[in-house]
């Protein structure tokens, strides 16, 4: 029986985010034919129980309670990182350093300067690098991209898109790391979605005129202390595609009733597409070449003929999940680590979601327009 | 039997909304119990025989080549005007020194200084007047307001408002007077419906930031010759509402697919609303209050809940149409006239809309942001 | 100026189906260019004072409180009748029998006796018949009809068809002519529905096999005396189609929540369509054919292409109601009696309703499969 | 570090429902805290190279072409059968005499005979089985049953079910083991979930009329040889349940276009129920006491609010797919084998099925009514 190479993984933090990865870690390898084994290696949290708890939880060979312990051990191929956010920089820079591949948690950093340094640090160290943006590993954003970049729509005219949430609704929810002036905020922690979708669909943004809103100006603390919030609840931009299309995003976190409104409408000369995060197994396509009278929005259901659906399931309609998404992720990753294709969405294009974040902030508070060109 | 007094109608144009108005004149009678007996009087078109055409199709007593036969007519106490938008001022001028009543269909006029002339001049002779906004007469319309008014989303906090269709997005499709410098494009023509609506809803817009875009530069006009297109294609705005709100509006007459596209989503402390064009007997609503597990957005379907809907029919569910909305209009209208209600949009209203209408342009060219007090 | 003919109407009953044919004759001439021009002439009631309050608001000439006054009327073509079930028979046997054309809401009859001999009554004299059935007057089925006799479909092979709504869900609610044992239940008052559907589109019912069920066992009545209910209050049956298609169609007036749930699903080789009530302006099709990953259900919007929706409204998408449907329908009959169509639904075809309705009744009773010839 | 037990897992079958199986154990414990830790010990194929490929890409320790292995080993302690149907009485008696758990992929066997022969073994034997039910595994289904148990809509009063696809549409498809006459068909197929679901959330179903139809009579083998098929293509049943309601199911295989129309419908005297498997994360849900004119189907969405969706996912609307409905299933038989719940489906739950499926079968050869008590 001929063997694969071993791929070793140490993850640093234990929370959902760190159940993500381990699960697709796992999974990866299960649904799909990868060039590699995967080992559980090593896994980090900040106390021993903690890491023990996760070690077991999700199969993990060895634990620790010094994330420094992952980045020293020889055998470990990959870091996950899925640390809090202000952690990200050091513990990619150490990593990198050590000649690991880094998988890093959304956002790549709060900062641009330090996702430019991260970034630099990782193409000269000629490592591969992945930042979490599962969404665009669906079939479904797959097929529309597919769709678009063969020009079944035509020429691409305008665009919308969305991604509102509401879990920061109640404005008695309580202040926390995402609400920190240096990176926080809706449009930074969903309208970055909103973002790397209208990119991975139409290409280079190149103009950004933003608006954006604190709604609620103050929350509580875990200790109770009134703390002033100053990033937005609401950020929109209208934006100018160097294709020539224009169009708008919105990131919102106190959409009341929305759970997972990441939507994008697309308007070209030839058709349209419409899609919804509230429904990620189908997207709509308008076609104007249709027969009079028949025409209209047709529904496609997600299946085999949308890679890789079918790698989970064998029959359309069935339904893939979130979860599935990061499996996807997981499994380009790793293709990418053995050179079978490139990273989804590597620290560069991390970096580039942060700039444009940033971009679309200072836009908002000169009010005026800025280009927004690759750094 | 006690008979009721003669409102006669006199109507300039004979197309489409000339149908419509006649339509909506007939019907109102029969659907509401309206102060007025509604005389069909007279009807003026370019000729005699369209002007005969249309008396008979539509049930006129009278016809005219010349318009100003039904302003010198004693017997006339409203005059509708559908003629070309080039035509409203001249129009409206003249039925108001008349002392006529007068019904204007959208845009009131092309320019904010004409729409302000009609509009004092009507004030001054004391003339009941009105614009066809009729979107704004949907019942779920009038229920999304009511909600909205009697808290039942809580504060407001940020909005969503599209009037998007397809009628200009081939290319090959003429030059009208749809294109026309003054007062043409997408913004004007669509996008007014979503201002409308907008400020139907939430209240007075304070501050606009304008993005207006020409996709399609040149068209072919009916000779076949080529024209420069300078009005925009797609229209948008940032908006701050008085009330505090954020949010958006667009208007596009080239998205592909789109028939009726008048969407709005309003986002409230306690509530959502969403609804879109598409479906014009529904509303969406949530509510935080819902038991745990069992909350979601619910469909409202129209019914004789939500009045003026069981005027039409006894049976929820069963569906109005969109002539039934200018019927409703129509009703609204008389009854202001017979001194009952206010009127539903008169010309002040139509001039808000031209007001909010250049401002948008006006910021969009300037690149800032532009206050919109009322005028 | 060339004048029409002029066609006078009487109209029997004027309750809120009175009030559906009044407007209807109304808006078809404005609507429609139809061979007559009608005029509302007589209308009657229980009593001089309803007659009279109806004529003022529908606009009829004259009015009285003996229908007998509208068949002996010599002006009079036309007799629409909108009074109890009970006096369907009575009232068109005598308008048949003074050579008028009579409209009559559905039910026909409440026995197939009757409605056999008022069918042959009518044929023998000549005059035009009409059943109320504006269901499938919608552009939206007429679509559907002529998508599958023109093949997209394919051979159609299985077919459910419901109407259900929950009007008399609430067993509080009151003991009423409908649930009178003669003609009463939800499959005479819905499922007929779902059945001249079902025949609309796909052709001749040869076999049905009923499953009816009583579910609220007792009513009181407008004395609050308790009445034993024996019609059903839910309606099944299996169906074969003399194409070779099987199928199933449901009647439920105690569908809690629906409110227009006339809903049709039909499969073919080909092809589908699925349609639901709840949205009169839609139908969704699917064609096998359609490109690999592309195939979907279409949701096609009503528009010009689907005649007669441009004679409401220009532009695609903007929706008519079931008032038009009306309309429509009283346009279809004008023209039949104008000789330019067939009658859209006449007495033979209200006969061939109750046919079904007594059949599945009897199955269902007998627990056993009944053939349905025409009778 | 305490260590969970060990709990090792034989699988006879390694296609689409064996990956299914595998992935299902491996990711049951990560996404669940189970009482044992999972070995994938052994895997049995026909032939040794697809036994050793499954057992590389899932992740067994041993791999077989001979399945007696897996029963003969003394460490295997559950017996997972995704074999051809015809192979699982013998698999899962054999396992069950050798004392091990059986998880048998549907049905349990064609024949109702042989489900009983099993079923009666396994009880006797006292060891956990289960049968592959896994759409009742989803937590959307969990909770309509728990709204309907609890009362949520009051007495239930009328039912439909379908599961429907197109996956046999194709007249041109070949003929298979599903269509031999000992078993298989559309009913046995797909009504089998149909069945399944009803008596779930309803109860037990006393009595059945059933209408099943051979739609495509021929089709052609492997060897491209003529065969005739007398198994249904769409198979139908009306419901008497125990409780009172009733109802339909319908099975289907040909039903152009659907993919996963595994839907149900239930009115209650205080609510209803709307679910379709095309979107498995929604339910909707009507209820009678909401205020007046705010009534209408709220769409629930899939949420930490509704177990076990919170251990896949921590925020609501995000989706889980297909595969993570085996997971629940797999997670769920292993605390029932570690003595913490039920088994979910076990095999007299799946005798049950085969029951109503023979059930209904017999009927629509009869034409006649039938009970269905339990056996």
Not at 158 to 171: N, P
Not at 228 to 243: I, K, P, S, T, Y
Not at 264 to 274: D, R
Not at 283 to 305: H, N, S, V
Request: hydrophobic share 40%; glycine share 10%; aromatic share 10%.
């Amino acid at each position: 029986m001929h063997s694969k190479s071993k791929l070793r993984v140490g993850m640093v933090g234990t929370g959902f985010m760190g159940k993500a990865h381990a699960f697709g870690f796992s999974a990866a390898q299960k649904v799909f034919d990868l060039p590699f084994e995967i080992i559980l290696e090593m896994v980090a949290d900040v106390t021993v129980e903690a890491a023990q708890r996760a070690a077991r939880a999700y199969g993990f060979n060895q634990f620790t309670a010094n994330w420094r312990d992952i980045i020293e051990s020889r055998e470990i191929d990959v870091v996950s990182i899925t640390a809090p956010n202000a952690l990200h920089k050091e513990i990619a820079l150490a990593a990198i350093a050590a000649g690991k591949h880094v998988y890093c948690e959304k956002p790549l950093a709060p900062l641009v300067a330090d996702a430019l340094e991260m970034t630099e640090a990782a193409e000269a160290a000629g490592v591969k690098t992945q930042v979490g943006f599962n969404y665009l590993c669906n079939p479904m954003m797959q097929l529309a991209r597919a769709m678009i970049a063969e020009g079944e729509l035509g020429e691409i005219r305008s665009y919308r898109g969305i991604h509102a949430e509401d879990y920061m609704a109640d404005a008695a929810s309580p202040y926390t790391f995402r609400h920190d002036p240096a990176g926080g905020g809706a449009l930074a922690d969903l309208g970055s979605h909103a973002l790397a979708t209208a990119e991975f669909l139409l290409g280079p943004i190149g103009d950004v005129l933003g608006d954006c809103h604190t709604v609620i100006g103050e929350r509580s603390d875990a200790s109770g202390t009134k703390r002033r919030v100053e990033v937005d609840d609401v950020g929109r931009a209208f934006l100018r595609f160097e294709n020539g299309a224009n169009g708008t995003i919105e990131g919102n976190w106190i959409a009341t009733g929305r759970k997972m409104q990441h939507d994008f409408e697309v308007y070209g000369t030839k058709g349209a597409l419409v899609y919804t995060g509230e429904r990620l197994n189908e997207l709509l396509f308008y076609e104007t070449g249709a027969k009079t009278g028949r025409q209209g929005f047709r529904r496609i259901e997600a299946g085999p003929d949308h890679p890789p659906y079918g790698q989970f399931i064998v029959a359309p309609g069935h339904q893939i999940g979130f979860n599935d998404l990061k499996t996807i992720e997981v499994a380009e990753y790793i293709r990418a680590i053995g050179g079978q294709t490139p990273e989804p969405f590597n620290f560069r294009d991390g970096l580039r979601i942060q700039t444009l974040v940033e971009s679309i902030h200072a836009s908002s508070r000169e009010r005026s327009w800025r280009s927004t060109p690759f750094t």
